[in-house]
């Protein structure tokens, strides 16, 4: 284990990574309840989409992009990409010393929640495909049906700036249908990029389909971890925030501006 953080300060910053812009997704929900924490978002959108590439693929670039957010001095990191968190994030906790975040498309709540027993999960090739997933599943197959969609081309249209395109509605249209005749009635996104598709999403599902997101569960887990290993900022100051991609800076600042009215960030 590489002991890369010490005598960490609890002013340093929350380190957040995904493949592009989704996991603002999760940023901004750490941000809403954490908002004294200063945060360092990394977007890896020249490899996007993570969800066609191979394990080991995935597991080189989070630790590539691991690396460059401890380099900054992060004290925490949020693996805000479901597809990185299913098949890297073992990996990273046994090879860095530092607390890691992750996400993973939220079935417990759906499982409980669901009248129809048929839940439809909306997520990369990746993360289906990743034994942590299968694993998950295994535990709920048995009490109810799960539907998996996987969710190709998504990403790359939000990538390419074409989230409010007919191209998006026509490919979730595509994907969606299935599992509405299959009698779903809640449907889990499992990729930080979706939830920014909640909007054309209601339009197509049926009113009594429920939508079921990880992006509060992941800020509630951050905020807990941090607690657990007394690294809460405790200044009263609001948190300052820097974004790093190696893609379309306009694609995510029209993001972050749009959703969050978040203007004049670092890029
Ligand atoms: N936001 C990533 C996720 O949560 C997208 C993965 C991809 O780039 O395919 O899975």
């Not at 295994?138 to 998504?154: A, F, P, R, S, V």
């Not at 290993?229 to 009263?236: A, F, Q, V």
């Not at 300052?240 to 893609?247: A, D, E, I, L």
Request: with cysteine.
């Amino acid at each position: 284990m590489q002991n890369t953080i010490q005598n960490i300060d609890n002013s340093a910053p929350i380190g957040v990574f995904d493949s592009g812009i989704g996991g603002t997704s999760i940023w901004n929900e750490i941000n809403q309840l954490l908002p004294s924490e200063n945060s360092i978002y990394l977007a890896d959108s020249a490899h996007a989409p993570y969800g066609i590439r191979s394990k080991e693929e995935i597991i080189s670039l989070s630790e590539k992009n691991t690396k460059l957010l401890l380099e900054k001095g992060c004290k925490i990191i949020v693996v805000a990409c479901n597809t990185a968190t299913t098949n890297a994030i073992k990996y990273l906790r046994k090879k860095y010393n530092v607390p890691f975040i992750g996400i993973e498309p939220a079935i417990k709540p759906a499982s409980l929640k669901t009248k129809s027993k048929v839940v439809g999960i909306l997520a990369t090739k990746g993360t289906l495909s990743s034994s942590l997933f299968q694993e998950t599943t295994n535990h709920y197959k048995e009490e109810i049906e799960i539907l998996e969609q996987d969710g190709t081309g998504i990403v790359e249209l939000m990538e390419h700036g074409k989230l409010d395109s007919v191209e998006m509605v026509n490919l979730l249209q595509l994907y969606i249908s299935p599992m509405v005749e299959k009698g779903m009635d809640h449907l889990v996104l499992g990729c930080s990029h979706y939830p920014y598709l909640i909007p054309i999403l209601k339009k197509i599902l049926p009113v009594e389909v429920k939508i079921i997101d990880s992006g509060f569960a992941a800020a509630k887990q951050t905020k807990a971890i941090l607690q657990l290993n007394n690294l809460l900022n405790n200044s009263k100051e609001i948190g300052k925030h820097n974004f790093y991609t190696n893609g379309s800076a306009d694609v995510l600042k029209q993001i972050l501006e749009n959703r969050f009215n978040v203007s004049a960030l670092d890029f």
